[in-house]
């Protein structure tokens, strides 16, 4: 079955030149951001790892259309309790386009949609002949809603929610939400002119 995080990417990269451009230059500033991370989905895997729990750092500047992020999200998984599965901890790197910014408040409270690219790694704690790899490696899928309240001149509290396919053996979905805070700042004109 054609998993729905991969089904809605395809969907809107069609849509991606219909798109109108960023309100802001591309590339002129850059928000670097921390959050927490909390699994809440509800999938076969959770009948072997417990949902986990972790941290993410994204930066994220505007693009010509859209916002593009880099982030990096570190997990640790442990087994249930009535499972011989060993714990794992994971790092999923990313690479992000968010598609759609509304303004919902005065400036002070956006909300935005868009959909992630990437790779996890997992890595097991106990013997891997419990699970055949010490160490595995996937592509990933996610599409995301994120809400950020500007509070200062230029912090934001941020959450999100991220609904992802892990194309294992046997995909795995599940949903992340995430809280935490950013920062943006201006663009260093080196960096913005490597980027252009």
Same mark, same amino acid.
């Given at each position: 079955?054609?998993?729905?995080?991969?089904?809605?990417?395809? #969907?809107?990269?069609?849509?991606?030149?219909?798109?109108?451009?960023?309100?802001?230059?591309? %590339?002129?500033?850059?928000? *670097?951001?921390?959050?927490? *991370?909390?699994?809440?989905?509800?999938?076969?895997?959770?009948?072997?790892?417990?949902?986990?729990?972790? $941290?993410?750092?994204?930066?994220?500047?505007? %693009?010509?259309?859209?916002?593009?992020? +880099?982030? +990096?999200?570190? &997990?640790?998984?442990?087994?249930?309790?009535?499972?011989? *599965?060993?714990?794992?901890?994971?790092?999923?790197?990313? +690479?992000?386009?968010?598609?759609?910014?509304?303004?919902?408040?005065?400036?002070? &409270? @956006?909300?935005?949609?868009?959909?992630? *690219?990437? #790779?996890?790694?997992?890595?097991?704690?106990?013997?891997?002949?419990?699970?055949?790899?010490?160490?595995?490696?996937?592509?990933?899928?996610?599409?995301?809603?994120? $809400?950020?309240? @500007?509070?200062?001149?230029?912090?934001? +509290?941020?959450?999100?929610?991220?609904?992802?396919?892990?194309?294992?053996?046997?995909?795995?979905?599940?949903? %992340?939400?995430?809280?935490?805070?950013?920062?943006? %700042?201006? #663009?260093?004109?080196?960096?913005?002119?490597?980027?252009?």
């Amino acid at each position: 079955m054609f998993p729905p995080s991969c089904a809605l990417l395809v #969907m809107l990269v069609a849509l991606a030149p219909a798109l109108p451009a960023s309100a802001t230059e591309p %590339f002129d500033s850059l928000e *670097v951001g921390v959050l927490g *991370v909390a699994d809440v989905g509800s999938s076969e895997y959770h009948d072997y790892w417990q949902q986990g729990r972790g $941290a993410e750092l994204f930066a994220q500047t505007p %693009f010509y259309s859209g916002s593009m992020r +880099l982030g +990096l999200r570190y &997990l640790i998984n442990d087994s249930q309790p009535d499972q011989t *599965v060993p714990d794992s901890k994971s790092i999923y790197i990313y +690479l992000g386009w968010s598609m759609f910014e509304y303004e919902i408040w005065r400036e002070h &409270l @956006i909300a935005e949609l868009g959909l992630g *690219v990437g #790779m996890n790694q997992w890595r097991f704690s106990a013997d891997p002949s419990q699970t055949g790899n010490e160490n595995e490696m996937e592509a990933a899928t996610e599409v995301y809603g994120r $809400a950020r309240y @500007i509070f200062a001149q230029r912090w934001s +509290l941020n959450t999100s929610v991220r609904y992802q396919t892990l194309y294992t053996r046997r995909s795995i979905n599940t949903v %992340f939400v995430t809280l935490g805070l950013s920062r943006a %700042f201006s #663009m260093p004109g080196w960096l913005k002119g490597f980027l252009e």
